[in-house]
Every structure is written in C-alpha cells, then in structure tokens.
C-alpha cells in the first residue's frame, strides 16, 4: 500500500486528536460542545483551521470575536494570539491545519 491512511473520532462529546504528525504538516481534529473552548494561544505556524460542523468563535489577537460556521476556512498567520470557543447550541468539529509542521517551522 502507497498510501497512509489516518482515522478520526465521529463523536458528539468534545475530543481534541493528532491525526497527523509528521516533517510535512499537522493535523488535528477537534470537537468542541457549548461552552467549551481551547486554552488561549499564539499559532505555532501558519494555521487553517476547516470548519466541519457548527459556529466557532474566534479572537484574534486585539479584535473582536468573529464567527465562522460549516463550509469556513480561516487561516491564522504564526505568532498570533488565538481564542477559540464555542458559545452555540451545536456541536463544533473542525480540523486544524498546521503547515508546516511546528517543529519545523523557522518564522520569517
């Protein structure tokens, strides 16, 4: 087999997973219920972040909270200040893009 395959979780209940971790990128997969959210951050690359399922609420930096539901990709550039949550009734699930990997990312 050429080809590497990589499995996610297909859950209602909030999850955070590597799925892939290698010299080329990172991606991981997360579901987030109402009011929960990630630990506040700055990106560690350039970020993209592909929503699945749901409304993210996302602040960056000093601006104010932007909204981003299913069919949204929002791309975060590295060094930023990043608040993600979600406030909705749905269940959020999106995938996080990091290319590249944060290991091997020299800045500019």
Do not use: C, W
């Not at 699945?52 to 000093?62: C, F, N, Q, S, W």
């Not at 949204?72 to 590249?100: C, Q, R, S, Y």
């Amino acid at each position: 087999m050429i080809e590497k395959t990589y499995n996610f979780s297909k859950t209602d209940t909030k999850i955070v997973e590597r799925l892939v971790d290698d010299d080329n990128l990172n991606i991981n997969h997360m579901v987030l219920t109402k009011g929960t959210g990630m630990p506040e951050h700055y990106s560690n690359s350039n970020v993209y972040m592909i929503i699945v399922r749901g409304t993210m609420t996302l602040k960056l930096d000093e601006q104010e909270p932007q909204k981003y539901s299913q069919g949204h990709i929002a791309n975060i550039p590295f060094g930023i200040k990043m608040n993600i949550n979600n406030f909705d009734e749905e269940v959020l699930e999106f995938f996080v893009v990091k290319a590249p990997n944060p290991k091997n990312y020299r800045g500019e």
